[in-house]
C-alpha cells in the first residue's frame, strides 16, 4: 500500500485530477501492483535466461547511414517555443517542488 502523500505525487505528476472514491481505488490498484511485485521478489530466477527475446542477427540490422535532419526552419514552424535553437518548455518538477515546500 502507498501512503496518501505519494499518491498525491503520482496523481499530480500524471496530471490527474480525480474524485475521493477514484482516489482510493488507485490507492487499493497501486498496492496490488507493489504487492504483487514484492510475491513475484520470492521466486528463484537464477536459472532463468534474462534474454528472453530473439536473437538479433546482421540482417535485422539497418545500415547506419547519416541523412539529412530537419532544419532550424522546419523545427521552428512546429515548435510553440523556440529560442536559441531548443525547445522552451513549461517548467514542471520546479513547480511541483515548490509547492510541496509551501504545505
Do not use: C
Not at 496490488?32 to 546482421?58: A, H, Q
Amino acid at each position: 500500500m502507498i501512503d496518501d502523500k505519494t499518491l498525491e505525487m503520482v496523481l499530480y505528476l500524471s496530471r490527474l485530477e480525480v474524485s475521493d472514491q477514484q482516489k482510493l481505488n488507485f490507492k487499493n490498484q497501486i498496492g496490488d501492483i507493489l504487492n504483487y511485485f514484492d510475491l513475484l521478489k520470492n521466486y528463484d530466477t537464477s536459472d532463468v535466461n534474462p534474454d528472453l527475446g530473439t536473437e538479433v542477427s546482421e540482417q535485422d540490422l539497418r545500415p547506419d547511414q547519416i541523412q539529412k535532419g530537419f532544419s532550424d526552419d522546419d523545427v521552428k514552424s512546429f515548435a510553440i517555443h523556440f529560442e536559441e535553437g531548443h525547445f522552451q518548455v513549461p517548467r514542471i518538477l520546479e513547480d511541483f517542488l515548490d509547492n510541496r515546500e509551501e504545505e
